[in-house]
């Protein structure tokens, strides 16, 4: 037992491990703001649910512009200054909601977060691809997905003793708090993080979008994630009005739903991980499938039929369930993209990486706010039906992954460079 905790430990590069620190304080905040976003635009500041929906996709859309320009920023200049500027619009995004009281001034925040959302995981991802070996890049982007969680969790629990719909300034110390964390991780935590390319090598590295556009592999595997993302992660936006609205869960109800997603996540991603080494990883997203589907489908039978403590406790079942969909996806997607990655153009990949998941929290909570404001149950079939379909076409496309991608590699069999 000692020997199999001891196999989980990834022993990250140094650099890897301060990002992985500045990547938990920033969810520590992004968790106390998140669960509450929807709640607070909707039930304080009273815009509508379809309203609300397209703030939120304002965010998302923004970041689709600002997502590709990041990827040829990153190759061109590096991941670390990419990233202090996505965190400098981060801060005055999300700190702006702390005085949004108009919808013009919504629609502006939520476009001045988009900026930073959009810079920010093509900076991170590529940062922490290019600072570690290819054997050990699994397990970085699940420990990443694991300290992300743990922050989001312990937020959100957080966020649910603070969060009152009777008090605006409960919720503008939200956001406050959210944009100090942005600060911490751009002034103290990458001031120890280096650049894994040389600035006299980045100019050298030919290539253009157009080299990435041509990897149909790549772009196949992008549209398999957007549907994932679309009809499952993003929908974790709409999830805390419908269980207020619907099943009378409060603040702290949903505080709790969070953070029972955040430990599954954390205790059970890297042995997850582990487990998914040698394995086909087309078979692990028809299984993640099939989980986000199941877990998804019960949300309907839980607001119809229970309330309260009963209907909080479902809940957190559920996305407890669903929670281990996540830590599949956290085994696979990442992983896969630096694997049919070219280095030299690893920030734009990254970039069209990232861009799969900014249309998915796009379209997802601009859709998703109309439709649950439309039938609050079909919303949730429908997108349970969409995981499964994108399970069944995750095996279509195995045969056209390279034949030394279709698996997970096993830590320790490989020994390639970073990058």
Not at 2 to 28: H, I, K
Not at 144 to 155: A, D, E, T
Not at 355 to 384: D, E, H, K, R, Y
């Amino acid at each position: 037992m000692r020997a199999y905790f001891r196999s989980l430990n990834p022993q990250l590069p140094r650099p890897v491990q301060v990002l992985q620190l500045g990547g938990l304080a920033n969810a520590l905040g992004n968790g106390i703001v998140l669960p509450f976003l929807f709640i607070y635009l909707h039930n304080v500041r009273g815009f509508g649910l379809g309203i609300v929906g397209l703030v939120l996709a304002t965010n998302g859309a923004v970041s689709l512009v600002i997502t590709p320009v990041a990827g040829t920023v990153v190759d061109r200049l590096g991941g670390r200054w990419t990233l202090m500027a996505a965190l400098a619009f981060l801060t005055v995004g999300y700190g702006g909601y702390a005085v949004v009281t108009t919808l013009p001034a919504a629609f502006l925040t939520s476009a001045i977060a988009g900026v930073g959302n959009g810079a920010f995981w093509p900076a991170q991802s590529s940062l922490i691809a290019g600072l570690t070996p290819r054997d050990k890049r699994a397990a970085a982007f699940s420990m990443q997905r694991v300290v992300m969680n743990l922050g989001i969790g312990l937020g959100g629990l957080i966020g649910g003793l603070i969060a009152s719909t009777d008090s605006v300034w409960s919720f503008r110390t939200l956001f406050l708090v959210d944009a100090a964390t942005f600060l911490v991780y751009s002034l103290v935590v990458l001031a120890y993080v280096p650049e894994p390319t040389a600035k006299e090598e980045r100019h050298e590295l030919p290539g253009t979008y157009r080299d990435v556009l041509r990897h149909r592999v790549f772009l196949g595997v992008i549209a398999l994630n957007t549907l994932f993302i679309l009809a499952g992660m993003s929908l974790i936006e709409l999830l805390p009005v419908y269980m207020k609205n619907h099943a009378g869960v409060t603040e702290r109800g949903v505080g709790v739903f969070f953070f029972v997603n955040t430990i599954v996540i954390v205790v059970l991603q890297l042995p997850i991980t582990k487990l998914s080494e040698g394995r086909r990883r087309m078979r692990v997203l028809l299984l993640l499938g099939l989980v986000w589907a199941g877990s998804i489908a019960v949300t309907p039978l839980i607001g119809n039929n229970f309330s309260g403590t009963t209907a909080t406790a479902l809940f957190a079942a559920a996305t407890a369930v669903f929670a281990i969909g996540e830590c599949l996806h956290g085994a696979v997607q990442a992983p896969l993209v630096t694997d049919l990655a070219v280095p030299r153009l690893m920030g734009r990949y990254m970039a069209l990486s990232a861009f799969s998941w900014q249309i998915g929290f796009t379209l997802g909570p601009a859709a998703g706010g109309f439709l649950l404001a439309a039938t609050p149950n079909g919303v949730w079939i429908l997108a349970a039906a969409i995981c499964v379909l994108a399970g069944f076409l995750a095996l279509t496309l195995e045969r056209a992954i390279p034949a030394d991608a279709r698996r997970s590699p096993a830590r320790g069999v490989l020994s390639a460079a970073p990058g």
